[in-house]
Protein backbone atom coordinates (compact mmCIF):
# COMPACT_ATOMS: atom_id res chain seq x y z
CA UNK A 1 0.00 0.00 0.00
CA UNK A 2 2.56 2.76 0.64
CA UNK A 3 4.34 2.02 -2.91
CA UNK A 4 1.35 2.46 -4.38
CA UNK A 5 1.13 6.08 -2.54
CA UNK A 6 4.72 7.05 -2.82
CA UNK A 7 3.73 6.21 -6.51
CA UNK A 8 1.03 8.30 -6.44
CA UNK A 9 2.39 10.99 -5.27
CA UNK A 10 5.13 10.92 -7.17
CA UNK A 11 3.21 10.98 -10.56
CA UNK A 12 1.23 13.94 -9.29
CA UNK A 13 4.23 15.87 -8.64
CA UNK A 14 5.33 15.15 -11.52
CA UNK A 15 2.51 15.74 -13.72
CA UNK A 16 2.26 19.37 -12.42
CA UNK A 17 5.77 20.46 -13.66
CA UNK A 18 5.10 21.65 -17.00
CA UNK A 19 2.01 23.68 -15.62
CA UNK A 20 4.15 24.90 -13.28
CA UNK A 21 6.83 25.64 -15.75
CA UNK A 22 4.37 27.09 -17.95
CA UNK A 23 2.94 29.42 -15.43
CA UNK A 24 6.48 30.44 -13.93
CA UNK A 25 7.88 31.51 -17.85
CA UNK A 26 4.39 33.82 -18.35
CA UNK A 27 4.61 35.34 -15.41
CA UNK A 28 8.41 36.44 -15.31
CA UNK A 29 8.32 38.04 -18.77
CA UNK A 30 5.12 40.04 -19.67
CA UNK A 31 7.18 41.64 -22.81
CA UNK A 32 7.93 40.51 -25.97
CA UNK A 33 11.85 41.52 -27.69
CA UNK A 34 12.23 41.40 -31.42
CA UNK A 35 15.49 41.49 -32.90
CA UNK A 36 15.55 41.94 -36.83
CA UNK A 37 18.83 42.22 -39.10
CA UNK A 38 18.35 42.33 -43.27
CA UNK A 39 21.59 41.18 -44.36
CA UNK A 40 23.18 42.62 -47.96
CA UNK A 41 25.75 40.19 -49.19
CA UNK A 42 28.56 41.63 -51.29
CA UNK A 43 28.12 38.73 -54.19
CA UNK A 44 24.87 37.75 -53.79
CA UNK A 45 24.98 34.18 -55.03
CA UNK A 46 23.42 31.13 -53.67
CA UNK A 47 26.33 30.02 -52.38
CA UNK A 48 26.99 32.81 -50.18
CA UNK A 49 23.28 32.79 -49.23
CA UNK A 50 23.80 29.35 -47.83
CA UNK A 51 26.90 30.13 -45.73
CA UNK A 52 25.12 32.63 -44.57
CA UNK A 53 22.18 30.65 -43.71
CA UNK A 54 24.62 28.19 -42.09
CA UNK A 55 26.32 30.92 -39.75
CA UNK A 56 22.67 31.91 -38.73
CA UNK A 57 21.87 28.05 -37.94
CA UNK A 58 24.69 28.32 -35.68
CA UNK A 59 23.73 31.41 -34.35
CA UNK A 60 20.45 30.26 -33.60
CA UNK A 61 22.01 28.18 -30.60
CA UNK A 62 22.88 31.32 -28.22
CA UNK A 63 20.33 30.09 -25.14
CA UNK A 64 18.63 33.57 -25.04
CA UNK A 65 16.74 33.05 -27.96
CA UNK A 66 13.12 31.76 -27.77
CA UNK A 67 12.32 31.44 -31.57
CA UNK A 68 14.22 32.83 -34.76
CA UNK A 69 13.53 32.71 -38.51
CA UNK A 70 15.59 32.86 -41.35
CA UNK A 71 14.13 34.07 -44.52
CA UNK A 72 14.79 35.51 -48.37
CA UNK A 73 12.66 38.77 -49.39
CA UNK A 74 8.69 37.64 -50.40
CA UNK A 75 7.64 37.48 -53.84
CA UNK A 76 5.73 40.27 -53.11
CA UNK A 77 4.91 42.84 -55.25
CA UNK A 78 3.04 46.07 -53.57
CA UNK A 79 5.29 49.17 -53.19
CA UNK A 80 6.15 49.85 -50.04
CA UNK A 81 7.19 45.93 -50.00
CA UNK A 82 11.37 46.51 -49.17
CA UNK A 83 13.48 43.68 -50.94
CA UNK A 84 16.54 44.41 -52.02
CA UNK A 85 18.30 42.73 -49.17
CA UNK A 86 19.53 38.81 -49.56
CA UNK A 87 18.77 37.48 -46.25
CA UNK A 88 16.65 38.11 -42.71
CA UNK A 89 17.35 37.30 -39.40
CA UNK A 90 14.71 37.65 -36.60
CA UNK A 91 14.79 36.53 -33.04
CA UNK A 92 12.51 36.44 -30.33
CA UNK A 93 13.79 37.38 -26.82
CA UNK A 94 12.02 37.29 -23.78
CA UNK A 95 13.04 41.04 -22.77
CA UNK A 96 15.98 43.37 -23.78
CA UNK A 97 18.36 42.25 -21.27
CA UNK A 98 18.10 38.64 -22.94
CA UNK A 99 18.90 40.16 -26.21
CA UNK A 100 21.84 41.84 -24.70
CA UNK A 101 23.06 38.58 -23.29
CA UNK A 102 22.85 37.41 -26.93
CA UNK A 103 24.69 40.26 -28.01
CA UNK A 104 27.99 39.51 -26.11
CA UNK A 105 27.36 35.68 -26.52
CA UNK A 106 30.70 33.71 -27.64
CA UNK A 107 28.16 32.24 -30.53
CA UNK A 108 27.33 35.80 -31.42
CA UNK A 109 30.91 37.28 -31.91
CA UNK A 110 32.28 34.22 -33.10
CA UNK A 111 29.16 34.53 -35.69
CA UNK A 112 30.54 38.01 -36.82
CA UNK A 113 34.25 37.10 -37.24
CA UNK A 114 33.53 34.05 -39.45
CA UNK A 115 30.94 35.35 -41.68
CA UNK A 116 31.21 39.45 -41.78
CA UNK A 117 33.29 38.85 -44.76
CA UNK A 118 29.95 37.96 -46.56
CA UNK A 119 27.98 41.25 -46.06
CA UNK A 120 28.42 44.43 -47.34
CA UNK A 121 25.69 46.22 -45.13
CA UNK A 122 23.01 45.08 -42.27
CA UNK A 123 20.07 46.73 -41.24
CA UNK A 124 18.54 46.08 -37.92
CA UNK A 125 15.12 46.46 -36.19
CA UNK A 126 14.81 46.13 -33.07
CA UNK A 127 11.52 46.41 -31.07
CA UNK A 128 9.85 45.89 -27.78
CA UNK A 129 6.08 45.35 -26.52
CA UNK A 130 3.74 43.61 -24.85
CA UNK A 131 3.28 39.77 -25.30
CA UNK A 132 0.34 38.77 -26.81
Same mark, same amino acid.
Given at each position: M?????FIKKAAIL?????????? $?? !? +??? =?????????????DSP? $?? !? +??? =??????SKVPTIRQFHIGEPA?????????????SWM???DNLEE??????????LKFIEDYAY????VNVYDSVGPRR
Open positions: KNRRESALPATATLA $NT !A +KSK =ELFIHHVYFYLKQE $NR !A +KLT =EGLLKLSTTRSVIVRDYAICFFEEVYQAHPIHLWSK
